[in-house]
């Protein structure tokens, strides 16, 4: 696939490579690997402008960053404007370059509540919840999926909604609502959407390869892609795609995720994500399953990451 960089509003982006907002991952080590191996644009995980409204302690945690991290995105949910607008433009997020709006959780909860991708069938608090998180001054983007149900899908109609709201880019997760996270993605409603409009438009779903990337590209138009889920379980696929030269080993880079955690989470939040990490890293690796028990059973830092070099040397 074409590299290029991205404008958003006096940003440029190194790489139209993204990393998306995943709950439980994209925390600021993760997202400062995935930004050494070639990432244009990380996000944190999902933030709730509600429980940040009330100091939620966790909720703020996820806001965690450094003035290192090259691009500063958070991910807001929430479905009432106001509350969006006053925490985009308010303190907390002051830190921050760039709003990304979640238009496209599928998770019943959430959907349930007229957030995430519920918002698709209110475009009309959608839109202004976009308005009043650009009255932050700073480039909003908006993560959306191509509709509810699969046998109904109206992805340009919500994309023009979204840039006549004043949105600096969309992403399309090539699924509807009902389709979760798996199912072939519907590149032709990514495709009708990027024609849609003028704003770059990033497709997202089913990368699981450079191949899969190239076919995305091919297939929707897109100005970019985002990977998901599978950069997990191989961050060398960000290296891979944009040509950043990375020559270390997964167990390098899980020492060094968990050496950098260290320095600002505690050892329980550390010990947690560095087995999520591993677990991932163990998917098709022949002769580590005999290690996932000592992965889990760990009882400090130092033991965890005796395992992880046996799993990995």
């Known amino acids: 696939m074409e590299i290029k960089q991205i404008r958003l509003g006096g940003l440029l982006l190194s790489s139209n490579v993204l990393m998306a ?8 080590p993760f997202r400062m690997l995935a930004y050494e191996m070639g990432a244009g644009l990380c996000f944190t995980e999902m933030s709730s402008a509600n429980a940040l409204k009330y100091q939620d302690r966790a909720t703020r945690r996820l806001l965690f960053t450094t003035p290192e991290e090259p691009v500063k995105a958070v991910q807001l949910l929430g479905g ?21 709006i979640n238009m496209g959780c599928p998770v019943p909860n959430v959907f349930k509540s007229g957030e995430g991708s519920a918002l698709m069938l209110d475009r009309k608090r959608a839109a202004a919840i976009i308005r009043g998180c650009k009255k932050s001054g700073k480039p909003v983007t908006v993560k959306c999926r191509t509709g509810i149900h699969d046998n109904d899908m109206f992805t340009a109609e919500f994309a023009r909604m979204c840039e006549a709201a004043g ?24 495709a009708q959407a990027k024609a849609a409009v003028s704003i770059p438009v990033i497709a997202n779903g089913g990368i699981w390869s450079a191949q899969d990337a190239e076919e995305m590209m091919e297939r929707t138009g897109a100005d970019g892609i985002m990977l998901a889920r599978y950069a997990l379980e191989n ?55 005999k290690y996932k028990e000592q992965l889990y059973k760990s009882g400090s830092m130092d033991e965890l990451k005796e395992v992880v070099r046996k799993i990995f040397s």
């Open 235 to 289: 961050p060398f696929l960000f290296s891979e795609l944009t040509g950043t030269g990375c020559r270390k080993t997964r167990l390098q880079i899980l020492l060094e995720q968990a050496e950098l955690a260290g320095r600002y989470y505690d050892e329980t939040f550390v010990m947690a994500y560095i087995r999520k990490l591993a677990a991932y890293g163990m998917k098709k690796r022949k002769g580590t399953k």
């Open 21 to 28: 907002p995943l709950a439980g991952y994209t925390c600021y």
């Open 167 to 190: 949105a600096d880019m969309i992403t399309i997760h090539g699924r509807s609502r009902n389709m979760m996270y798996d199912g072939t993605p519907c590149y032709r409603e990514i």
């Open 80 to 100: 009432i404007p106001a509350v969006m607008e006053q925490m985009a433009c308010g303190e907390l997020l002051a830190g921050f370059d760039i709003i990304d």
